[in-house]
C-alpha cells in the first residue's frame, strides 16, 4: 500500500501544480484595472517552473489570443501562439516566439483556416552581412560632393523604398493585440556591390515591429551602391519609419 499511496500523493501534487493560476484585468488601453472596468481578462496558468501558458478574452469570454511564456514579469514570449478574430472567432495567424522574438514561419488563415500567406521571420539572420567600416563615404572636399551619386532602389531615389515597405508590411498580431505603435528609426548599410548589410533599429516602441522592419529591409533587393567618380562606395542610411494601427 505505501508505494500506491506515495505514487498517487505525488500525481495529485503534480496536478495542483499546473493547474495554479492567476486572473489580471486590463482595460482597452491594456492598463491594469479592476474586474467591473475591465475590457480584458488575462488567464495565467502555470505549467512548470520554466512555462506559462497564457490566454487573453474579452470581457464576455471571446478567445483574443493564447501562447507560452518563459516569464511572466517581465513577459517573455517562448513557444506556440495563436491569435483569434474577435468577432468570428476565427484563428487568423499563428506562429512562435523564441526568447521573445517572433521567430520561424507565421501563418495567416482566412475565415475558413486557409493559409493565405506567411512571413519567414528567420530571414534576417541569414540574410545578415557585414559590410565592414562605412568611412570610406565620408567626402573631405567639394569635389567628393559634386561627383557624389547617392544609392538608389531599383533605379528610383530612397522614397521609392518607402513604398516597397507599406506595400509589403504585414503588421504582427501581438503588436495589433497590445495596440502598439509608433515612430520607428533603421539603419543599415548598402556595400559598394548592392548589398543591404548590418540593419539595425536605432528607435522602437515596439519589439514586434521592429523585427517586421528589420524582415522588410532583410527582403529588399535590387540596391544600386552610392558612388564617387562613378566608383561604388559603401553607405550608411537612416530610414525613419511611422507604423498604424490597422483601420
Known amino acids: 500500500m505505501k508505494p500506491v499511496l506515495i505514487l498517487f500523493l505525488i500525481f495529485v501534487c503534480g496536478l495542483s501544480f499546473g493547474q495554479i493560476r492567476t486572473v489580471e484585468y486590463f482595460n482597452s488601453k491594456w492598463e491594469k484595472t479592476k474586474e467591473k472596468k475591465a475590457k480584458i481578462r488575462r488567464v ?4 512548470n517552473d520554466t512555462t506559462f ?19 511572466v514579469d517581465p513577459l517573455i514570449e517562448n513557444g506556440f501562439f495563436e491569435f483569434y478574430d474577435r468577432k468570428t472567432q476565427l484563428r487568423y495567424a499563428s506562429g512562435y516566439y523564441t526568447n521573445g522574438q517572433m521567430t520561424g514561419v507565421w501563418k495567416y488563415y482566412t475565415n475558413n483556416y486557409y493559409v493565405v500567406h506567411e512571413i519567414d521571420y528567420d530571414i534576417i539572420e541569414r540574410r545578415y552581412k557585414e559590410c565592414g567600416d562605412v568611412k570610406s563615404i565620408l567626402m573631405t572636399n567639394e569635389a567628393d560632393r559634386k561627383n557624389f551619386k547617392n544609392a538608389m532602389y531599383q533605379g528610383y531615389p530612397f522614397s521609392k ?10 503588421y504582427p498580431p501581438m503588436a495589433e493585440h497590445l495596440l502598439q505603435q509608433g515612430a520607428f528609426v533603421a539603419q543599415f548599410k548598402i556595400s559598394n556591390f548592392g548589398q543591404v548589410c548590418e540593419p539595425k533599429i536605432v528607435v522602437s516602441p515596439s519589439k514586434d515591429l521592429s523585427r517586421e522592419l528589420l524582415r522588410l529591409i532583410s527582403i529588399s533587393s535590387g540596391w544600386q551602391p552610392a558612388k ?7 553607405m550608411l ?6 507604423f498604424r494601427l490597422p483601420k
Open 161 to 170: 523604398f518607402e513604398e516597397f515597405l507599406y506595400q509589403n508590411a504585414t
Open 228 to 234: 564617387i567618380d562613378d566608383e561604388p562606395i559603401q
Open 237 to 242: 542610411l537612416t530610414l525613419p519609419v511611422v
Open 53 to 71: 501558458a497564457l490566454t487573453d478574452y474579452t470581457k464576455r469570454g471571446k478567445l483574443l489570443m493564447k501562447g507560452k511564456y518563459r516569464s
Open 44 to 47: 495565467i496558468m502555470m505549467d
